[in-house]
């Protein structure tokens, strides 16, 4: 167990309390930065990659959603049209002629005021209403968006490469890739497929910053005014109102930050897929994020990281997987079991069905989800020989109506 | 950029100018008795969902779902070779017990837990439902269900009344609803079981000092909303057709969701009058020709979005701002 020994006052609000925090982040810093070069090193194959920039992703989304449902208690149920609009409005914003940093943060910005506009007048009642708006309004967009000629219509439209050849990135990347990878400088087909790489590497590491920027700001966030007033909210609604809190103000302003960075975080999505369409906003997008938010443990940054791993992990890494290894096995005479196996795991959404299963068992063993279990996990080490089984015990509640007759 | 917008509005707005409205006018009974034919559909899975916020204020987004589960326990009894109205008494009873089953294995031990972990385990369910349907589906035929359908009772020919045509189904369909709304409402106001159910919804902890058993009433709520989506669903699927998506599409759950919140949350009157406007104006702007697709296809749409911004609290609210 660690023993701080607080010298000024400055030590109690340091974003980095103690030389622990430094290391674990630099550590993890680190390795998520020297994943691409050892992948190339290894010669990990593109989807691999493709994963690994959808799990930094889904953090980002998540991490956003984690301010408005985790911090303020509000729920979205439409949080995949943010998702979305941030594709679209990019995309958009650079066929008129915008250049390519300015629509970048404009892009977010807009959104941004847009979830606060639609949310100021929804959320004069209950949180549920908020939740009904924002599923609407998804329809909505998915339906407008298939109405947009501009965009493609209902067939959406392919993104262009993240970062091209001209870029600085390139400059920087191509000597580390050429040194690592069996490649040849006179031969133009390896020269052609080394771009096409580093735009995908230029992806995961613009990404992994976005994400690196979007827990700073959640890190300030939550030791910030604003995010001790949003936390009063979700604690207690009344309470708040009675500190001189402007519920309506504070609860749109969570979800237009929200908004702004799932927008973000649905910019390099639509790098990461090579397309976007207007099916890329169906509800099961939104379901999902708000599950990984649960999953990873509301109202915890950790939480979105974790939640996002697990999903990605689960749905688009082990249940293929287990698919082709019991398709191999079949293949090299396994009998009926593993026929049958191998055509289990190749059924479409069953990695989504064992997600949502698995929310389901967390929240009911575990409430406050898988960091919680993180915590607890600390806290057993630290107290070593004197965990009690209670420390964590939660406390239950009785309902009471809020309508007033 | 501005004047686009300005002309993109201009030419959304001129079909309702330039249209003959005297034509529409006549045809107007015939358009409102669909839109209530509609609209019955809504109320009921809208009645399910807010007697289960009533009784134990957990916001059910699984309710959309569970209709949907029951289209398809009809489509199972169907192919069984069961006749139309062993398909309807078959899904309700068995999607009843289901209901019962969800309160009794999990929204039971969730009491006193935080509400919001309480509507994300719903929304979970409703999720699971959904995709487990489509996995049995898949698992028994080899395929997901694609767009299906139960085939409706043969009710004879469309039936005059004062000069509207009106479809046996529907005069049907609007019966089942009314009796059943009208008997409910009956149920939860006269009867002394209605009674507790409203004092365990008002304050747990009192009606429990009462002697009433909240727990047995919770689970009889359930049962009864998973019963009255189980109906609605059933009708649903014999008007029209249905994918495993119904539970959160436009045409289903979500319109009923959204009529009983503009309806005033809480409210049981409320969500059946939303729900009937909701159906009527629906099919009200679809029959009025050269519409722009977007505003046609999605008038119930943009009319909810309307209501709840111009009025947050709900036409028929209950609920007042809380105080302390």
Known sequence: ?405 | MGGHVLEAMLEALTPFLTQDWIAVFNDLPQIIVAGLATGFQYALIAFGFVLIYRATETVNFAQGDIMMLAMFVGLGLQALGAPWYFVMIGAIILVGLFGAGLDLLVFRHMAGQSPLATVIITIAIGFVLRLGVDAVTYFMQGKFPQEESLSPPDLGDQISILGVSIDPFDILLIAGALIVVIGLFFFLSRTRMGIAIQASSQNQLAAYYQGINVRSLNTLVWTLAAAISAFAGILFAMSKTFTSSVGLSLTGGIMAYAAAVIGGLGSLQGAVLAALMLGVVDNFVKTLSGVHPLISANAGLIFLLIVIIVKPSGLFSQTQAKKV
């Open chain 1, 1 to 405: 167990m660690k023993f701080l020994f607080k010298q000024s006052y400055d030590d109690d609000i340091k974003l980095l309390k103690h030389s622990g925090y430094i290391r674990a982040s630099a550590f993890f810093f680190l390795l998520a930065a020297l994943l691409p070069i050892y992948f190339m090193w290894a010669g990990v194959d593109a989807t691999t990659l493709k994963h690994v920039i959808h799990i930094l992703i889904l953090s980002i989304c998540a991490s956003g959603l984690m301010i408005l449902t985790g911090f303020t208690g509000q729920v979205s149920l439409g949080h995949g049209a943010f998702f979305a609009l941030g594709a679209y409005g990019m995309h958009f914003l650079l066929k008129m002629g915008v250049p390519w940093h300015f629509s970048f943060f404009l892009t977010p910005l807009i959104i941004g005021l847009f979830g606060y506009i639609i949310a100021r007048p929804t959320l004069r009642m209950s949180g549920v209403t908020l939740a009904i708006t924002t599923l609407l309004f998804m329809l909505f967009i998915e339906q407008a968006f298939k109405q947009w000629g501009v965009m493609g219509g209902g067939n959406g439209f392919k993104t262009p490469k993240f970062s091209d050849k001209e870029s600085w990135f390139f400059f920087v990347f191509q000597p580390i890739a050429a040194a690592l990878t069996d490649h040849d400088p006179e031969n133009r087909r390896d020269v052609l497929l080394l771009a096409r790489s580093a735009s995908k590497y230029a992806l995961y590491y613009g990404a992994l910053l976005t994400l690196v920027f979007v827990i700073w700001i959640m890190n300030n966030l939550v030791r910030s005014r604003l995010g001790r007033t949003l936390i009063a909210i979700r604690d207690s609604e009344v309470s708040a109102r009675s500190m001189g809190v402007h519920l309506n103000h504070y609860k749109s302003l969570s979800m237009g930050l929200s908004a702004a960075i799932g927008a973000l975080a649905g910019i390099f999505n639509s790098y990461n897929d090579g397309f976007v369409s207007p099916e890329s906003v169906n509800f099961i997008t939104s379901i999902v994020l708000l599950l990984i938010v649960v999953v990873g443990g509301l109202g915890s940054i950790h939480g979105a990281i974790f939640g996002a791993i697990t999903y990605v992990f689960l749905r688009e890494i082990l249940f293929p997987e287990l698919a082709d290894f019991f398709q191999a096995w079949a293949n090299n005479g396994g009998g009926q079991v593993a026929e049958s196996l191998a055509w289990f795991f190749n059924i479409g959404g069953l990695g989504d069905i064992f997600f949502a299963a698995l929310v389901l068992l967390i929240l009911f063993y575990e409430p406050l989800g898988l960091y919680a279990r993180w915590k607890k996990t600390e806290a057993f080490f630290q107290t070593f020989p004197f965990y009690r089984a209670g420390t964590f015990k939660r406390q239950r509640s009785y309902n009471k109506t809020e309508r007033l007759k």
